[in-house]
């Protein structure tokens, strides 16, 4: 009867292990629709901006700056949060193949050395003929082995399979949405420490024109023309304009150290940084992706539809919970008390066997556990959908100010052509004793916030461009992993 059942046994067991199991439960995950033809951005940016596939990978570039390439790269290369989430994609793609692994027959090998004293009066052995028997003493050494195969019926396995995979994907997706936002920060630090370099040198020229009223002021009442009110005025201005130098030089320094830190290195090593925003080339175009492009662009996105395929395949691991499952295997053991004779045939036992497993009660825990499954396939999916009108609301956003920043820029240079022209006459005017110095440093006032808010104009729009190829730029190559630092 064994050798009918193990005679039997094992064609099923080959056969299922070539089949790899009979039905796969739950739901099979479908992607998300792409955009409808109707969705699209509320701005299209004007004239500087392209719709198409969107920027390439080396987005900063753009900017036509072999400095500021040289910081992204050692950005990406030695940022400690980039290293910390591509040693976290390795530990997710290895628990693939760790999930992957429950798939295959499981052999495992045992040896065991003992001592031990059989209790032959537990199997009936009392004695004979009145006399009493001793219970034996002695040492057992076994060794051997067994295999065992989870025939997976309803897809148990091979769902969490999917799963494992599912989120592997989605922390992959993650290290390239870390790898954009980090180059973004990098390229943001570096013109905002190009804009203070240009604020401070601003500040120095405006100084420059104080001294200049000054002067004036003093050579008037030197001739007798001026008074020492206009004197004390004009060196007034001078002290007020010259306290918020201090202030720019102390931002410019912590923005360094913001640079050293996205860069992973100490403010000491970072170098010098004596640029401008003159140093960049503003991007005559900006390629960005149309919808249709965008969510299978931004890694984001992606991370949130891999994230939803997870949710699903963890539907069908709690679906299959609920369905029997069958065990087949086999073991086989050598026994002796003499360790020298261990590998003697006579000494040899083996066992074969089919195990199965049905859920019957369990307090309905396991359809509990299937109905929050489901619930968190439906909030993956709705998190996938708020990513996706987040992204659209985002791109389209920067878009407008895009628009709204060529507009304003033109007025700025307008704006300060004016106040340059009028603090001039003003000047001319004081010297000659048309005017007061009051005149003077009021059109000095307002060509001083002409300057600056022309600045500050000038790099929002950098911003604004560099946020956009950000918005709407692919993430990182995990290829480059091979040539990340450990």
Known sequence: MKRTFATALIPLLGSCLLAGGCTTVGPDFTPPPEPSAEAGYADDGGERVVLNEGPEGQWWKAFGSPQLDTFVSRALAGNHSLA?????????????????????????????????RVN???????GFSGQSISNPEFDLYTVGGGVSYDLDLFGKNRRALEQAAA??????????????????RVVSQVLAIAALNDRIATERKLLSEDERNVSLTQARRNAGAGTLVEVLSAQGQLAGDGASLPSLEQQLAEGRAMLAVLLGISPGQLGPTDFGLDDFILPA??????????????????EAEARLHAAVAGVGVATAELYPDITLGASITQSTSEPDRIADTKFNAFDVFAGLTAPIFHGGTLKANKRGAEAEARAAAAEYRQVVTEAFGQVSSLLSALESDTRELAARHEAAGIADRSLHLSRRSFQVGNSGILQVLDASRSYQRARLSLLETRIRQYQNVARLYVATAGGWDPKDMDDAPE
């Open 84 to 116: 910390a989430s591509r040693a976290t994609l390795v530990k997710a793609r290895e628990r693939i193949a760790a999930v992957a692994g429950r798939r295959l027959p499981q052999v495992d090998a045992q040896a065991r050395g003992e001592y031990q």
């Open 120 to 126: 032959l009066a537990a199997f009936g052995f009392d």
């Open 167 to 184: 989120q592997a994907e989605a922390q992959e997706r993650a290290t390239s949405a870390a790898h954009l936002v980090i180059a973004g």
């Open 285 to 302: 175009s900006v390629p960005v992706a149309l919808p249709s492009a965008l969510v299978h662009k931004r890694p984001d996105i992606l």
